[in-house]
């Protein structure tokens, strides 16, 4: 049985990898440095974000465990799951929202961000006040929400962590 899910609306190259080029896409221009395939440094967050996310859904303690593994793939350190607010950062509202998760128009820039699923997304750490609960961000339409941390739901996962 799923957890019920309550909704609030509302790049450095590595030792000759591919060189990072800029993306604007419809964020404002030079918002983003993109290193293909790898990762989007924000300009204005300064944030580094895993550039696509795995098609793989996971429990909000194995998406914990996932970023904390990242190292080897995307090079670097300390990437973990984003605070809802750095989550927030990435939606897009200028995207046209679906009302139907497997809609593939998610609200993100989708030449930045490629690939990524219309559902939802884990945060970390969780609610204030409430530890058994965690936000995430719905990218079928932008809004946030919370579920319990124990429950059986799965989501989607985009990794992020400070700097370059």
Known sequence: MKAPIRYLLGALPIFGATLPTVVDANAPDGHYVVTPGTSVYDIKSKLTWQQISPSTTYMWADAKAYCAGLGASLGGVGWRLPTIKELATIVDYSKTPSLVVSQPNPTIDANTFPETPSAFC??????????????????????AGYSAITSAYVGNVRCVRTGL
């Not at 884990?122 to 809004?143: H, Y």
Request: charged share 5%.
């Open 122 to 143: 884990w945060s970390s750490p969780p609610l204030a006040g409430t530890p058994s609960k965690v936000w995430f961000i719905a990218f079928q339409n932008g809004s």
